[in-house]
């Protein structure tokens, strides 16, 4: 099996959310044992932003003729990784009730008219193949349960953005409060790691059953693949 892992924080390995999705990747290696393992790895924060020649062409009616360059050909290496993945887990903290910029840049990257969703009267239908997406979050304040006192604009808006290319099988995980450090930090960290594996204790018959009937995305453009 085939996980791709996204880091996001810019503390990246050393990270919390890096920390948390490690019981994922650990969870996904025992639930769907049968085919080894295969981590292809990303770090969000080394991506550039995209450039001229990409907004260019997202907004004409056709992607630009020739070998793509710059911000287009990083981006059919992005969507590829993406469609070549059985499982997606995305190591995230919260920056300003949101996604941090490096996960926004990813998403500009993969969310991609006529690569990963067309455009018709109903709306914008996703291309890719659906598959299981893990979102392991890490924030210093609470963002959800009754003592939450910020908003989380994170979890709906990677929804949505997700969505619209296709993903819709996502699953957070969150380890909230690391500002308090000590022992309520050790807390919430054990409390998520027992949701976790608690998961993929019940979910490992369903998820290997459902990554062996999801097909590949196969080569998705003729350039180089990653
Ligand atoms: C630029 C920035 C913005 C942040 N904004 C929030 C926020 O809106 N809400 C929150 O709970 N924590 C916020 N934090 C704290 C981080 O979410 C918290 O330290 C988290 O544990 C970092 O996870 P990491 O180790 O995976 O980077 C922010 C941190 C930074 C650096």
Redesign the pocket.
């Known amino acids: 099996m085939s996980v791709l892992r996204l880091t996001c ?3 990246g390995a050393e ?4 920390r948390l999705s490690q019981f994922v990747v650990d969870g996904l290696a025992r639930a769907d044992a049968a085919r080894g393992r295969d981590l292809v790895e990303i770090d969000a924060n080394r991506l550039p932003h995209v450039d001229a020649e990409y907004a260019w062409a997202l907004g004409s009616p056709s992607d630009p003729d020739g070998d793509p360059a710059g911000s287009l050909h990083q981006s059919d290496r992005l969507i590829q990784s993406l469609a070549d993945a059985d499982y997606v887990v995305i ?7 949101t996604v941090p910029s490096a996960l926004k840049v990813w998403i500009d990257h993969v969310v991609r008219v006529r690569s990963t969703f067309t455009v018709t009267r109903e709306g914008k239908i996703g291309v890719l193949a659906d598959k299981p997406v893990f979102v392991a979050v ?4 609470l ?1 959800s349960g009754g003592e939450a006192r ?1 908003p989380d604009f994170l979890t709906p808006y990677l929804k949505v953005a997700l969505a619209t290319i296709g993903l819709k099988r996502l699953t957070f995980f969150s ?2 409060g ?2 308090m450090g000590g022992q309520a930090l050790e807390a919430a960290r054990l409390r998520t790691q027992a949701e976790i594996a608690a998961y993929f204790a019940d979910a490992a018959d369903t998820l290997a059953e459902v990554a062996v009937q999801a097909p590949r995305g196969g080569s998705l453009f003729s350039t180089d693949r990653p």
């Open positions: 924080s810019p503390r990270s919390e959310s890096h190591a995230t903290p919260m920056h300003n009730y890490s924030s210093g304040g963002f910020q380890v909230e690391t500002a």
